[in-house]
């Protein structure tokens, strides 16, 4: 079975150390709860440590607070790396803590980096492999897992929006309904639970909309110096790039964040333009076919060009 050598790494092992990617989101953040679960259900020493906090939205989730961004004093016997394309994005050094690395994403662009790797790009969300994995190991879980790995496939698919949605997560989901996830409580947590604040930022965010190339492409912009001025917090701007991809005729969307020296862009598509592809073509970024991102050592004024300017010889 494909996950005979996880079960026998697992077995074999005391101390583990999960973690993920920067900028936590629902996906990483229920398959770790999830998988950190699993592991203490077999007695297993657990640390959950991420270079980001997790985003507010998301602290409704059962024992998330075990989720800690403070430097794990102990060294794992295994580190489990979930949704994670490649080392670079944990935003935290993994180089030389142990080479029993346990690698499992749904990222086209993962990099292989485990003893373990178990990647599959046509899972709609890190979660539902690990639904999978639990499936056909025979392992039964709690509500609060169900709700963790319910919260992860939610956010991977917008809502049950994006084309991921297909019947089989479809019934994936209804398998975890049935196991105590409360599909609409979570639905309300993560959608329609804003800060205050958070709602503000997301005005100034709308008042940037513009459109390029022909109204082929739509962009919004954050300076992060805003955030501070208004009282938000970073994570209140999670999901506004979906929105750059809702006006009729545009292809792609852009959402910009940056800083006096840098500029991250996540990218969206429609579903004719590859924005993995052109993400790519930055170092360091990557993604999906119709979301990805990247970081360009520019400032704003600079990078933003230099990004149309890819786009528009892709777009021909
Ligand atoms: P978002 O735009 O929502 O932050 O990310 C969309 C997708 O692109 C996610 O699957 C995320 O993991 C990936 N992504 C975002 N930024 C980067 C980046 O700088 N590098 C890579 N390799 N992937 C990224
Ligand atoms: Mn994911």
């Not at 150390?17 to 398959?31: A, E, K, P, R, Y």
Request: proline share 4%.
């Amino acid at each position: 079975m494909i996950w005979d050598d996880l079960c026998e790494l697992i077995d074999s092992h005391q101390r583990f150390l999960i973690s993920s990617h920067l900028s936590l989101d629902g996906d990483s953040v229920g398959s770790q709860l999830a998988m950190s679960w699993h592991l203490k259900s077999k007695g297993k020493d657990v640390v959950l440590y991420n270079a980001d906090p997790v985003p507010k939205k998301f602290r409704f989730l059962q024992r998330v607070e075990e989720i800690t961004t403070v430097v794990p004093s102990v060294k794992p016997d295994v580190l489990v790396i979930l949704d994670c394309s490649n080392l670079q994005r944990l935003g935290w050094n993994a180089e030389g803590i142990t080479p029993l690395i346990i690698n499992i994403d749904h990222h086209r662009d993962n990099t292989r980096f485990g003893i373990f790797n178990h990647i599959d790009d046509r899972a709609a969300a890190t979660g539902a492999i690990i639904c999978r994995f639990f499936k056909e190991c025979g392992i039964t879980y709690p509500p609060e897992v169900a709700e963790a790995l319910y919260a992860a496939i939610m956010t991977d698919t917008g809502g049950f929006r994006f084309s991921n949605t297909t019947s089989s997560i479809l019934r994936i989901c209804a398998d975890l309904i049935d196991a105590g996830a409360d599909g609409s409580k979570i639905y309300e947590k993560v959608y329609s639970s804003h800060a205050p604040e958070g709602l503000m930022l997301q005005a100034r965010i709308w008042s940037s909309l513009k459109y390029h190339l022909d109204g082929r492409v739509c962009s919004m912009e954050m300076p992060l110096a805003v955030l501070e001025e208004i009282g938000a917090v970073y994570s209140d701007s999670e999901g506004m790039a979906d929105h750059t991809i809702t006006a009729e005729g545009v292809e792609v969307g852009i959402m910009v964040k940056y800083s006096a020296s840098e500029s991250h862009f996540s990218l969206r598509s429609k579903g004719t333009v590859d924005v993995g592809k052109i993400a790519q073509k930055i170092p360091g970024g990557g993604g999906h076919f119709s979301a990805a991102g990247c970081t360009i050592e520019m400032p704003f004024e600079e990078a933003f060009p230099y990004m149309l300017n890819i786009l528009s010889a892709e777009m021909g």
